[in-house]
């Protein structure tokens, strides 16, 4: 069979069945999907080809335990979010001062789109986010990051964290609280 024409779940058993061929099938399918989400966590290159490399090896492990009643591209997110969180956690940086542009950058990306002036602003943006991101507690990182810039409903982000959907509107509410708190201090309008 054509690996182009399988589904993630006839790819998972020939992975699970030891055939490596369909696990990296698996990888180059999802791995802009999962670098898209990483990115909202670490818009650095270097890292964020870690957490990805990091993301599929969890994967990879752990591929015994995914139960096809969920899609297989949800499971791998929850991985990838979880590998965002452990980064979000062991990573101690100092914060950067908000004045001056980000230590590294994503220039490959950039290169690659047509628009660069407006990716270069979006970039910006997203690296002054990262750094008012990096001065909160890490599970406010992650619930932020989560429903805000990946847009996941708090449903989905309760479900990924294993918090209670209560647990997750009190986490939402206090962690805005503290980022305002923030915006206020480098004045930066909401």
Known sequence: MDSESETDKQLVERARDGDLSAFD????????????????????????????????????????????????????????????????????????????????????????LEDRTDIQQEYQTTEQVQQLLSELPADDRLLLTMHYLEERPLAEVAEATGWSLSKTKVKSFRAKKKLRKLLNRYDISE
């Open 25 to 112: 099938t698996l990888v180059v399918k999802h791995q802009g999907m999962i670098s898209r989400c990483l990115f909202r966590f670490c818009p650095h290159q270097s890292d964020l080809e870690d957490l990805v490399q990091d993301t599929f090896i969890k994967a990879y492990r752990k591929l015994h335990l995914w139960k096809p009643t969920a899609p297989f591209e949800n499971w791998l997110r929850r991985i990838a979010y979880n590998t965002g969180h452990d980064y979000f956690r062991r990573s101690k940086r100092t914060p950067v001062s908000l004045a001056s542009p980000g230590q590294e950058s994503n220039e490959l990306e950039l290169l690659r």
